[in-house]
Nanobody
């Protein structure tokens, strides 16, 4: 069956960096649009960054210039490089394949705090 496994979440100080990874199995990874969503405390889930099967990228406004989404189809893996993190980035980050309502990972916690 389909499995998406996130890793890389951690406690980091403001201004720090993290790289999240999403390892996919059970799907033909290269044909799926992929994305990173997040849900902070008391907030709605939001799309942070997406990358299509063709490599087109999009970002939520607050992430533009700080986050970079990428994918390695040979490794069935998607990444999110996060730089200059702020406390507002604190959330559980979820890997998604196929858009909202399709396939989801279990999430990885990112906490940005002094």
């Amino acid at each position: 069956q389909v499995q998406l496994v996130e890793s890389g979440g951690a406690l980091v100080q403001p201004g720090g960096s993290l790289r999240l990874s999403c390892a996919a199995s059970g799907i033909i990874f290269s044909v799926y649009n992929m994305g990173w969503y997040r849900q902070g405390p008391g907030k709605q889930r939001e799309l942070v960054a997406g990358i299509t099967k063709g490599g087109m990228r999009n970002y939520v406004d607050s992430a533009k210039g700080r986050f970079t989404i990428s994918r390695d189809n040979a490794k069935n893996t998607m990444y999110l490089q996060m730089d200059n993190l702020t406390p507002k980035d604190t959330a559980v980050y979820y890997c998604n394949a196929g858009g909202d309502g399709m396939y989801w990972g279990q999430g990885t916690q990112v906490t940005v705090s002094s």
